[in-house]
Structures are given as C-alpha cells and as structure tokens.
C-alpha cells in the first residue's frame, strides 16, 4: 500500500491541478510525515510515477515572476479510479510490520544479558519521551484538527502507550529470560 500515492491523488481530486511544490507545501500544511510513512521529499518522484501510469495528466505549464516552470497536474478519470481502490484496500488491509527488536530480544548475545536491564530502561524511557511529545503536538493542533484527524492522532499515541506497556512486562520478565540464557537454553 503506497500512502503517497492515496495523497496525491486525493489532493488533486479534492483541491483541483496543483504543481509539485503546491502538493509539498500540502504536505507540510498537514504536517504527513508525523502520521503516515509519506516523506516530503518523495512527492516529485511518486508524481512523475503517478504520470507515467497515466493516473494523473500535465493540464499546463505555469512561471510566476523569476521562479521556474511548473508543470501543473490534475487527477485523471483512471486516476480517479485507482483512488477509489486504493483508499478501499487502505481501509481494509491492517498493517502491523515486524519490528527487528523482536527477532533480537530472541537472539540474545550471552556474553551482554547484563546490558538488557539498561537497554530496555532506555526504550521505555525513549517510547514515554515520543508518547509525550506526540501529545503535546496534537494537543497544540487540536483546534484545527476535523474529527477523523484527532482520531489519526489519538491511534498513534495508542500505538505508543501499548509499545510501552509491553516493554514494561518484558522488562519484568527480563530475569527470567537472563537466567534461562545463563543457563544455556531458553527462559523459565
């Protein structure tokens, strides 16, 4: 699932032809790169990709002042299309992606087992720092934000309040895993 490309063409639909630095300035208007796994930079590759597949069309060719040429595009009747599927798969797919931490908490390094205790300190302590800053952003936007918006921003804080819940119980089951280890097999 490509969120750049539901971004893309929902803003074109919705807001009519834009050039790429239009949709840029979009994007960091709705700050995307806080809640999604768009990067601002991305946007002029993922519109010439958009193009190319014919989802979006080249309507003309604008200069203001001294600034350069800019293509200006608008959202295709195929393009209107694949939106609809797009958004539709979004909706349906759950995704939760597999966290490396995971595979290396199960692969443990015997001669560091003293280490995790710290190590697993400072990801909670990192996780609460996020959580915190998370919150006061969106409680800083709020007043601008529509419902489904405040619940995007709400899902994200409890994404991280359930990452630090469950470092928590693997903090404390941390002995036991320690001395299963030590004791050249798998935890109690």
Known sequence: MSSI??????????????????????????HVALWTDITVGALYGAIKRLAAEDLIEEVRVERS??????????????????????RLRALREIVIKPDPFDLAITR??????????VTIAARITSLSAMLAEWEAHAAAIDRYLTLAEKLVMKHRADRLRAEIGWHEELSAALPAIVAGRRAGGDEA
């Open 5 to 30: 490309r539901i971004f893309i063409l929902a803003g074109l639909e919705e807001r009519g032809p834009m050039h790429g630095h239009q949709l840029r300035l979009l994007a960091e208007e709705e």
């Open 65 to 86: 002042g001294a600034y350069p040429q800019r293509q200006i595009w608008a959202i295709t009747d195929a393009g209107r299309e694949a939106l609809g599927g797009l």
């Open 108 to 117: 443990l390094q015997p001669d560091h087992l003293g280490d995790l205790p």
